[in-house]
Every structure is written in C-alpha cells, then in structure tokens.
C-alpha cells in the first residue's frame, strides 16, 4: 500500500476559492475525459492503455505533475479492475467523477514532493497550479496556491 495523505482545505480568499474549484474541476474532467476514453474502448473490446495524451491538454491548468499524477491513478485503477476480474470477483469498471451538470466530485491527486505543509496552529497547505490558472488569478510563475487545513490530516500507508 501506498502512502496517501488527505488534507480537508479551506481557502484563505474567495479569489483563493475560485481557483481552488477550478483547479478541482479540471482534476475531474480530466479523470472522467480518461476514464470515458478507456471505458469505450474496454466495452469495444480493445485495449484501454492505448489513450490520448491527456497531460498535455491539462498541463495549463493542473501543472504537468498534477496532470500527471491523476493519469497515474487513473491506470492503477483500471490495473486493480482487471486485477479483481482475474480472481473472479465481480467488479465494475472505474466510475467517473460526477459531471459539469449535476457537480463533479471535487478531488485531486498532487505528488508527495509537489506539495508544501506548514503544521502548527494555524496549519498551511501550498499546492502547485499549472500556469493559465496562475495568469488567470495573477499568481506569479513560482507561485502557488496557498490554503488552510482544516481538521485534522489523514495520514494512510
């Protein structure tokens, strides 16, 4: 098992905010653009490792090891789909992350090194953002996106 460590985040800003949604939303599209893809061509019968280049498309907004890291989960959960289906359980393909109309499951996933957390009593969390959402919310280039952690974190693995 991997380490997994779950932060509940509260931005400092409504500006703050707003790019926070966004940078959650595309993290969903991209998952559900990905797992669409594979999902017709699992049904079709053929192979779903053969995709588009995703990163590409998300790397403005999401930043390239975010775009990248969510790719990755997206594998590993089609791995452990076909995984289950091998010891006969009876399993579905990976779901998606809602949709634009009826609101998407607001996630993300940011690499262990990507991310920045300040603890004590007022506890920080800074995450990378790709550069449109910089240009957009004038961040400057080797800004990030700073929030609070609320609660406690979760640390799995």
Known sequence: MRRTNTFAVRPL????????LDLLDASASLW????????????DGDS??????YRKQYVD???SATAQQVIRKNKSAWQ????AREN???????????????????????RNDQYTLETGDRSRLEIPVGQQLKDE??????DRLRLEVAGDPKWDG
Do not use: C
Not at 137 to 142: A, M, P, W
């Open 13 to 20: 800003s409504d500006a703050d905010e707003r790019l926070l």
């Open 137 to 142: 919310y004038g961040l400057g280039y080797h």
């Open 61 to 63: 907004v999401l930043g």
């Open 32 to 43: 559900n653009e990905l797992n669409y893809e594979r999902r017709q061509q699992f049904f």
């Open 88 to 110: 006969g359980e009876d399993t579905a393909p990976p779901g998606y992350w809602g949709n634009e109309d009826d609101g998407r499951e607001l996630r993300t996933y940011i």
């Open 48 to 53: 779903v490792w053969d995709t588009a280049d």
């Open 80 to 83: 452990s789909f076909f995984a």
